[in-house]
Structures are given as structure tokens and as C-alpha cells.
């Protein structure tokens, strides 16, 4: 019963209907703020990625830099490996271009969720930022209840999508190098433990360290698959643009199923609509709201319209996509890398879906720890930090196909409160962004 209950809501909150709530909500506040994500390119790239500022930051926070590794570190995974190759035996190539086109979109979504995020942060009792969804629905739209019930979806699917789930991939990971499940999961525990327990300091410590180098090497290496591969680069591009409008393709696919996948795949990918990022980013050092809310389209940029298009790109140009229709996720993506690697590919996506997951792991810890200090007060932190690690060795070694559906499902009734108070406050989303814009102008 319970089974069923779950697979009906699952299906909902990641059915067409809802993903067209995410394209729509991405749609509204594109437009409110005049499609800044592709006018403003400039603007925004020159405030993040080729910002002139110090290291330095005030107490109590993290830099910009560490925000985005952490959010990255957060999504970035097996989501970006083994659902883009997933996407493509789904929803076939042209579920590229809407994913890109679910990106493009969640780029404004990301970035207005981290203006609010930053604007209705407030200080706890240890003087450490504290801010994303809870805060801004709570003080923001007054409605305390609702900010409750997304802490509570936050907690659960942190332990479930953020934790045991990747713990798994962890596992399966090492196990291709001979190592037991018991013995990854010791290890496993043990990390993690010793994540958590410096708190966010650490965790974004280790991640601007690990994931910006992690992520340069594998997107260098899908560009030199995809150079090797150079005579199917236009071949398949306008296949990915044929069947994307194509309404019934010659193979199966069309423009239904690759919209429904690529969309799917953009929005699970990048997390743009769920708010959890937003956590993260709110306790960056940053002068005003806006300045922290354009690294939420760079977050989404590097999440999605690069890493996942890149990967999309290797798998597609290297024509395992056809030839070997019995591979799916992972094994299809590692068979894409030995076409050119030999066997040292297949051992690089293991590594580096371990570690991607690794990151993950850090990072939700901090997204369910907030979830449940905010249900339970700052004194539940340490139970909250134990039963975490406890997670992470149950999900190394048990099955968790039941766990998979149950996070899944609450993972996605965070958009459901979340893309309410958007919504809601996007004028206010929009003002800041726009006053950000015209004093940058005036300077």
C-alpha cells in the first residue's frame, strides 16, 4: 500500500505536469527580470567568475567561491553520469536540447532563489548565517507552518537522495576496484564523520579544493573524446535539433519523450526549483543579495549546460549510443570513455563517480542538518550529524531500491512550498536584481 501511495505521489511530483510548473516558474521569472540570465551575460559573469575580490570574509561566513564548489559539490554526480546517458536511451538525442533549454531557464530560478536566500538570512546562536527557503518563506511571507513543512522534506531526502543513495554509488564504485561493501562502508562513515563535524567551514573547504579540479579534468576529458570523435560532431547535432521538434521519430524517439526526459534530467540535475542551494549561498560574504544570486546561474551553468551537455556530447559522438543498445547509465557512459581510453576510462568514471558522490554526501549533510536544526532547534545537530553517518554505512551495504523511490518523491515535494514563496516574492527577487544592474551602471 504504502508502495503504491509513494509511486503515485513520485509520479506527480515528477510527471509533466509538474515539470512544466518548473519550466513555467523558470519561464516567469525570466521575464520579470528581462531574461538577465542571457542579456546580462556580461554583467554576471564579470560579478563571479572574473570578480576582482580577497579571500578574506567576514566571521561567520564563506566565500563565493567556496559557495559555489559546495552547491556544485552538492549536485554534481552521478546525475551528470549515469542520468544524462539515461536521458538518452529514454528520451533519445534530442533530450539534449531540452535539457539545455530546462538549464537556461533554471538559471533565473537558481538565481532568484539565492537573492532571497541571502536577503532574509539571519544570524543563530553560534553567529553563523542561516538562510534559503525556511528563512524566506518564514520571514518573507510570514507562514511559518509552510517553512516547517519544507524543513521536514529537506531532513528526509537528505538522508535518502543525499546520503544513502550516494553512499551507493560509492560502493558499486569501489567495488569495481575489488573492494567489499562492508569495508567501503567503514570508509565511507569515517570521511563523512569527519566532514560533518567541522561544519560548513570544512565541508566547503574540501569541496573548492576537490570538485572545481574534478570537474575541469572530466569535462577535458569529454572534449577530447568528442575531438577524436569530430566527424560526428555535426551528424549528431542536428539529429539532437531534428528529433527535439520532431513530433515521431524514425528510431522510436520524439519531440514528447525527449522533452519529457531532458527536462526531467536538467531540473533533477541542477536542483533549481528545490532550493536547497540557496542554503548554501546564504552564507556567503557578499555585499548585497543580487551579487550572490548571479552565482546561482553559474551554478547552473556549469552544472547542466556544460558538464551535462559535454557528457551528452562524448556518449553521442562516440557512437556507443547506437552500437551498444544493452548499456544504460553508468556502464554507457564508461563504455563512451574506453572508446578512447581503454580501460583506464572506465576506471576514471568510477573514480569519479565516487567522488562526485563523496561531494554530495558533505554537502546534503549541511542542507539536512539546517532542515532539522530549523524543525528542532541547534541542540539536535550532533544526533542529526550521527545518524548521517550511520546512513552513509547502511547505504554501502544494504539494497536500497526502496530508499531510491522514497527520497526521489521527497526530493521533489521541496519545489512544491519552495516555487510557492518564488512565486509570491518575485518582485522582490526581481527589484534586487534590477537595482544591482542599474547601480552597477551608474558606478
Excluded at 554583467?43 to 572574473?50: P, R, S, V
Excluded at 546562536?125 to 509552510?146: A, F, H, N, T, V
Excluded at 570544512?202 to 577530447?224: G, H, N, T, Y
Aim: proline share 2%; hydrophobic share 45%.
Amino acid at each position: 500500500m504504502f508502495s503504491m501511495v509513494n509511486s503515485a505521489i513520485s509520479a506527480f511530483v515528477w510527471g509533466p505536469p509538474m515539470l512544466a510548473v518548473f519550466m513555467g516558474t523558470g519561464f516567469f521569472l525570466s521575464a520579470r527580470t528581462g531574461f538577465y540570465q542571457i542579456f546580462g551575460v556580461g554583467n554576471w559573469l564579470k560579478d563571479t567568475l572574473f570578480q576582482k575580490k580577497s579571500g578574506n570574509c567576514e566571521k561567520g561566513a564563506i566565500t563565493q567561491k567556496s559557495a559555489l564548489s559546495t552547491a556544485l559539490a552538492a549536485c554534481l554526480g552521478t546525475g551528470n553520469i549515469a542520468g544524462v546517458a539515461t536521458a538518452l536511451c529514454s528520451g533519445g538525442p534530442g533530450a539534449v536540447f531540452w535539457m539545455c533549454v530546462s538549464a537556461v531557464l533554471g538559471m533565473m530560478t537558481c538565481c532568484c532563489e539565492n537573492i532571497l536566500g541571502v536577503k532574509y538570512r539571519v544570524r543563530d546562536s553560534s553567529d553563523q548565517w542561516k538562510g534559503g527557503p525556511m528563512q524566506y518563506i518564514e520571514r518573507g511571507l510570514g507562514m511559518k507552518g509552510l517553512a516547517s513543512v519544507y524543513a521536514l522534506f529537506l531532513t528526509g531526502a537528505s538522508f535518502g537522495m543525499g546520503n544513502m543513495t550516494q553512499a551507493n554509488s560509492v560502493s558499486r564504485g569501489l567495488a569495481g576496484f575489488g573492494i567489499p561493501s562492508v569495508a567501503s562502508g567503514i570508509l565511507v562513515a569515517v570521511l563523512v564523520a569527519v566532514s560533518v563535524s567541522g561544519g560548513l567551514k570544512r565541508i566547503s573547504a574540501a569541496s573548492e579544493k576537490i570538485i572545481p579540479a574534478l570537474s575541469m579534468m572530466f569535462v577535458l576529458a569529454c572534449l577530447i573524446i568528442i575531438v577524436r570523435n569530430r566527424e560526428n560532431i555535426i551528424p549528431c547535432t542536428v539529429r539532437v535539433f531534428k528529433e527535439a521538434f520532431t513530433v515521431k521519430a524514425v528510431s522510436g524517439y520524439g519531440m514528447a519523450k525527449a522533452a519529457r526526459y531532458g527536462i526531467s534530467r536538467g531540473v533533477f540535475s541542477n536542483e533549481a526549483g528545490l532550493g536547497s542551494s540557496a542554503i548554501i549561498h546564504a552564507a556567503a560574504d557578499c555585499e548585497t543579495p543580487a551579487q550572490q544570486g548571479k552565482w546561482g546561474i553559474v551554478e547552473v551553468f556549469i552544472d547542466t549546460v556544460l558538464m551535462c551537455t559535454v557528457t551528452a556530447a562524448a556518449i553521442l559522438t562516440s557512437g556507443v549510443w547506437s552500437e551498444k543498445t544493452e548499456l544504460n547509465g553508468v556502464e554507457l557512459c564508461a563504455a563512451a570513455f574506453e572508446s578512447v581510453f581503454g580501460k583506464g576510462g572506465g576506471v576514471f568514471i568510477n573514480v569519479s563517480i565516487c567522488l562526485f558522490a563523496f561531494g554530495t554526501l558533505a554537502a546534503w549533510s549541511y542542507y539536512g542538518r539546517s532542515g532539522a536544526e530549523y524543525l528542532f532547534g541547534s541542540k539536535c545537530g550532533k544526533i542529526y550529524n550521527l545518524l548521517y553517518v550511520a546512513s552513509a554505512f547502511a547505504g554501502c551495504v544494504c539494497r536500497i531500491e526502496s530508499v531510491w523511490s522514497l527520497s526521489d518523491t521527497l526530493n521533489g515535494l521541496m519545489a512544491v512550498p519552495n516555487i510557492f514563496a518564488l512565486i509570491v516574492m518575485s518582485k522582490e527577487s526581481a527589484d534586487e536584481l534590477k537595482n544591482n544592474v542599474n547601480r552597477k551602471k551608474i558606478l
